[in-house]
């Protein structure tokens, strides 16, 4: 027997069971891909506003309530870009690279007529896409002739309302299972992240 749980979308609970890898249409997952790319595309060019503009909703609100508000966090990324300029750090590019992963989540439900009566049936309402990614960055030392490069493997939660492609953020790096599953309670209970690795490039 599957798990069930249960999930109140208003006027009652729903029983429904946790979500599995979802058969994710290709353009779906292209749709998902493309986003991140355009999203590392431009931190790439330093405007790293964006990433706070698109950063998943529910996850910044999180984030917000655990340093004591939006504009603090708001004002603590936007001082990354500064501390890695300050660092001698800069990215030269962020790509997404290896096998996307998709979920539906979002637990709703949907009324059809059925015989003239209303039916209600359990829904998912959102694709949740986990994308690996690759990102660079060139570190220069005085103490060092030449820079070093830096590989950063990771990956990036794209989620968005089924039918919109319209994709929002939440970055892999610090992200624990079970924060994700605060968000998204019916996501597997065996679902592993990407590695997370750093390394010198040559």
């Known amino acids: 027997m599957p798990e069930t749980k249960e999930f ?24 998902a891909v493309s986003a991140v790319a355009n999203l590392g595309d431009e931190v790439v060019l330093g405007r790293y506003q964006v990433a706070v503009e698109r950063m998943n909703p529910m996850w910044k609100e999180r984030a917000a309530k655990r340093i004591g508000g939006m504009k603090e966090l708001e004002k603590q990324l936007a001082g990354v870009a500064r501390q890695m300029v300050q660092q001698g750090i800069s990215m ?19 009324v059809d007529i059925v015989d003239g009566e209303e039916v209600e049936s359990l829904i998912f309402t959102k694709w949740m896409v986990m994308i690996p990614t690759v990102t660079k960055f060139r ?31 939440i970055d892999g790096s610090g992200l624990t299972v079970n924060d994700l599953r605060m ?11 990407p590695p ?4 010198e490039s040559r």
């Open 92 to 110: 030269i590019s962020f790509k997404p690279q290896g096998q996307p992963r998709s979920f539906e989540v979002g637990p709703g439900k949907k």
């Open 183 to 193: 968000l998204f309670p019916t996501l597997p209970q065996d679902i592993e992240f």
């Open 139 to 169: 570190i220069i030392r005085q103490s060092e002739p030449k820079p070093t490069i830096i590989e950063s493997v990771g990956f990036q939660i794209a989620i968005s309302d089924k039918g919109k492609n319209d994709w929002t953020f």
């Open 8 to 31: 109140s979308t208003g006027s009652s609970p729903l029983t429904l069971a946790p979500s599995v890898p979802a058969a994710a249409s290709p353009d779906v997952v292209a749709s």
């Open 196 to 199: 997370l690795v750093k390394r």
